[in-house]
């Protein structure tokens, strides 16, 4: 896990030297990974809020190395965790996931 000294509750509240200081130890991180766990993949997480997972109010980053035959949230199917109102079901279609899609265009 990556935390930085100075606090902010969220990524885009770090500047920019702070967000490159991230990226640059995130890499160094990652192929210190591979050599001591022999990793072959990683999951990069952060949360937001309480609702998206956040229980420290502190910018972290999550790096989880990843190998065959791991435990735990092991694929990531987007159409699973499409926000929309209700049950998180697959979505269903595709032209569900284009009226999505276009809900957002209009929000830029």
């Known amino acids: 896990m990556y935390v930085q000294k100075r606090h902010v509750q969220y990524y ?5 030297e702070e967000k490159i200081a991230i990226e640059e130890l995130r890499n160094k991180l990652k192929h210190a990974l ?9 999951n990069y997480a952060w949360n937001e809020e309480k609702i998206g997972g956040q229980s420290v109010p502190h ?10 035959g791991d435990q735990g949230v092991y694929q990531y199917e987007p159409r699973e965790f499409l926000y929309r ?5 697959i ?3 595709h032209e569900e996931l284009n009226e999505v899609v276009e809900m ?5």
């Open 12 to 16: 885009e509240d770090s500047t920019r």
């Open 34 to 42: 591979k050599k001591v766990f022999n990793a072959q993949g990683f």
């Open 104 to 108: 957002i265009k209009k929000a830029l």
């Open 91 to 93: 979505a269903s279609s």
């Open 59 to 68: 910018f972290h980053l999550h790096i989880v190395p990843r190998k065959d």
């Open 85 to 89: 109102p209700g049950p998180r079901t």
